[in-house]
């Protein structure tokens, strides 16, 4: 069946550092694809997605492109911030069936 | 924009009771929801994908007779967690996607932490 396989944390990065998070994914078809984000004591919501191959979805300065031939959807920011501290989810959505990766908790020091 | 509410937010039961959640979604219609349990330090399981006038369907090792699921009306899902025990203790969260499809986006509800004592 579907799944994700996400960069194990914890991630720990001083302020204005490079970030990336791997996630790769095993689907059939043309799954959609998202980065979910948890901050400390709040529910998940949605960071940002990309519907198809060679898509970029970005937000707040995080960016992750689709790429159907290494099956991955990597996330990345240039210069993270304290207040990126959370748990990050990728996650795949496929013929109404969502999966999860394990969550990467980065933590950012200033 | 979407809006997934869950109550209680907290709830603390005595083992073998029952307790049910609610998620509702708020300013759109769902004919799916899901619900996920999120352990600590680990990552977020999907439980089951309920199914607005039909049966939910349950992942592989989730028991279907200990977490009932109905899917009642196009803005509300409910969990009931049948004879808690303590291993049962959880965070449990549920979502929708609001076109309808589940492959789009997901609107997250708030959680409802479970105890069982």
């Known amino acids: 069946g579907d799944s994700v396989t996400q960069m194990e944390g914890p991630v720990t990065l001083s302020e204005e550092a490079f970030l990336t998070i791997n996630c790769t994914y095993t689907a059939t078809g043309y799954p959609s694809l998202f980065w979910y984000v948890q901050y400390p004591g709040e529910g998940l919501q949605l960071l940002l997605k990309a519907t198809k191959a060679d898509d970029k979805g970005s937000n707040k300065g995080f960016e992750a492109t689709y790429r159907k031939e290494t099956t991955s959807f990597h996330l990345e920011k240039g210069s993270v911030q304290v207040s990126d501290s959370a748990v990050y989810f990728c996650a795949l959505s496929n013929n109404n069936d969502m999966r999860f990766g394990a969550g990467t908790r980065l933590t950012v020091k200033p | 924009g979407a809006v997934v509410s869950q109550h209680p937010s907290r709830v603390i039961c005595k083992s073998g009771t029952s307790v049910k959640i609610e998620c509702r979604s708020l300013?759109?219609?769902?004919?799916?929801m899901f619900w996920y349990r999120q352990f600590p330090k680990k990552s977020l399981m999907l439980m089951a994908t309920s199914n607005e006038g039909s049966k939910a369907t349950y992942e592989q090792g989730v028991e279907k007779d200990k977490f009932l699921i109905n899917h009642a009306s196009l803005t509300l899902s409910t969990l009931t967690v049948t004879s808690a025990h303590p291993e049962d203790s959880s965070f449990y969260i549920c979502?929708?996607?609001?076109?309808?499809?589940?492959?789009?986006?997901?609107?997250f509800g708030p959680g409802t932490r479970l105890t069982v004592l």
């Open positions: 300013d759109f219609q769902a004919t799916t």
């Open positions: 979502s929708a996607p609001s076109s309808g499809r589940a492959h789009d986006t997901q609107y």
